[in-house]
């Protein structure tokens, strides 16, 4: 019985799916995606062929929620307002400029766009922008929803609602 119970423990532990966690990715890579993202199917000289770019980090429950952390401490909520547009677009949409694809996305933090959008290219690690692009995709439910954070909106307290009463309580 304890035997069976033993291998049983063992089996359990070696048959457990564990979320991957780099918690030293691998550096930079040399290059930024020179026209993986592409906006048209129009260009000079014919058709040429497409590297196909991956997100590394899709569908990792780890990344999408660093990716809200980055989120909040790079001030993205600044100007997107927590993906609902503010001074920025809204970031939770069906329709995208510049496309909504991980390449896209990746080169839109990357460079940059005109009128707002400023390049993080130099600034922020590339593993730390896929991060960002694996949470904006959750945002459009982009992402599986197990591995989804929930969103953090915070309720702010308004105190016209709050009265303290004699004895210390709230109404």
């Given at each position: 019985?304890?035997?069976?119970?033993?291998?049983f423990?063992?089996?359990a532990?070696?048959?457990c799916?564990?979320?991957r966690r780099?918690?030293?990715?691998?550096p930079?890579?040399?290059?930024?995606f020179?026209?993986a993202a592409?906006?048209?199917d129009?260009?000079?000289?014919?058709v040429?062929?497409e590297?196909?770019v991956q997100?590394p980090?899709?569908?990792?429950?780890y990344?999408?929620s660093?990716?809200?952390?980055?989120?909040?401490?790079?001030?993205c909520?600044g100007?997107?307002?927590?993906?609902?547009?503010?001074?920025?677009?809204?970031?939770?949409k069906?329709q995208w400029?510049?496309g909504?694809q991980?390449?896209n996305l990746?080169?839109t933090?990357?460079?940059?766009r005109p009128?707002?959008?400023?390049?993080?290219?130099?600034?922020?690690?590339?593993?730390?922008v896929?991060q960002?692009?694996?949470?904006i995709?959750?945002?459009?439910?982009e992402?599986?929803?197990?591995?989804?954070?929930?969103?953090s909106?915070?309720?702010?307290q308004?105190?016209?609602t709050?009265?303290?009463?004699?004895?210390?309580?709230t109404?």
């Amino acid at each position: 019985m304890r035997i069976a119970a033993i291998g049983f423990c063992l089996f359990a532990l070696i048959g457990c799916e564990r979320d991957r966690r780099e918690l030293r990715p691998a550096p930079t890579r040399l290059a930024i995606f020179k026209d993986a993202a592409r906006e048209s199917d129009l260009q000079p000289g014919g058709v040429h062929s497409e590297p196909q770019v991956q997100n590394p980090y899709s569908g990792n429950a780890y990344a999408i929620s660093e990716g809200q952390r980055l989120f909040s401490w790079y001030n993205c909520a600044g100007c997107h307002a927590n993906g609902g547009g503010g001074m920025g677009p809204p970031l939770i949409k069906d329709q995208w400029t510049y496309g909504g694809q991980p390449a896209n996305l990746f080169d839109t933090i990357v460079k940059g766009r005109p009128n707002g959008m400023p390049s993080w290219g130099g600034r922020i690690p590339e593993y730390q922008v896929w991060q960002l692009v694996a949470y904006i995709r959750s945002l459009n439910h982009e992402e599986p929803v197990t591995a989804t954070p929930p969103r953090s909106d915070h309720i702010q307290q308004d105190s016209g609602t709050l009265m303290n009463k004699p004895g210390g309580g709230t109404r």
